[in-house]
């Protein structure tokens, strides 16, 4: 029998939604460089289907990772979808026929990216759709208003349930909910990169979910001999206490750790159950401190 995740949840302010906190991304499953097709379709499919069994229930993804790919994974491995199921898409980038990665938040631009996820994801209504603003990784301060009131349009004609934002900056968040709720904020968060420290605070107090990407450091993994020597301590593998140190971080905190592997699928979601001490914590805290 599989050991599922425990019930531990969070509820963005204004939804429905029961998020357990362990989730999962989608990025690593389309080929190299996030184009083209997996190298194994099947182990795609199957690391979709055991993380849903293991209890994960909501998977980001992207019509643009592969493009297309991710989503028809998602698609041909889960659906029919079960209830609780949450898929979070984003918006704002498209692929170039070299590739490449090319920003388009035009209004047009973003009512064809959504009629494409619900196309290849199969569905008649998106749970959540990110804006993704800023360039590869770090925030930027392109105006985006007019882009966001295109995405509040699609969600009163019935295609967008919730709306979340993806690499913005405090000030750009406060502008955003000013012309429409948002439950859930994608910005680039791991142990040596903190600089959203203050403002995961204040979503929590606003309700609003706080989801890393690159929780492991992504293109550049998260090495310490730390990190190494506290999860020796633990029992654990060193990702393994880089993700439990996030799931202790804030109870707003939402992790969608990437995998192609069931194997190491396996070994994200048993962070879940690790219970780092209060100086463990301590310690790493003052290891990124003293970066």
Known sequence: MKTRLTDDSFTPAGTRLRLRRMGYGTMQLS???????????????AVLREAVERGVNHIDTAQFYGP???????????????????LVTKVGFVRGADASWQIDRSAAGLERAVYENLDTLGLSTLDIVNLRLGAASEPDESP?????????????????????LSNVTPEQFTEAKAIVDI??????????????????????????????????????PLQSSLLNEIA??????????????????????????????VAHLRENLAAASLSLSAEQVLRLNEMVENK
């Open 232 to 261: 020796e301590e633990a029992s654990a593998t060193p990702k393994q206490t880089a993700l439990a140190w996030l799931l202790q971080r804030s109870p707003n905190i939402l992790v969608i750790a990437g995998t192609s592997s």
């Open 68 to 86: 297309d790919v991710a989503n028809q994974l998602i698609r041909e491995a889960l659906s029919p979808y079960p209830d609780d199921l949450t």
């Open 183 to 220: 439950v859930c904020v994608q910005n680039q968060y791991n142990l040596v990169s903190r600089s959203d420290d203050a403002f995961i605070d204040a979503l929590a107090e606003e309700g609003v979910a706080y989801v890393p990407f690159f929780p492991l450091g992504g293109f550049t």
């Open 31 to 45: 080929g190299p460089h996030v184009w083209g097709p997996p190298r194994d379709r099947e182990a795609a499919i």
């Open 144 to 164: 985006f208003a007019e882009s966001l009131e295109a995405l509040a349009g699609l969600q009163q004609r019935g295609l967008i349930r919730h709306i979340g």
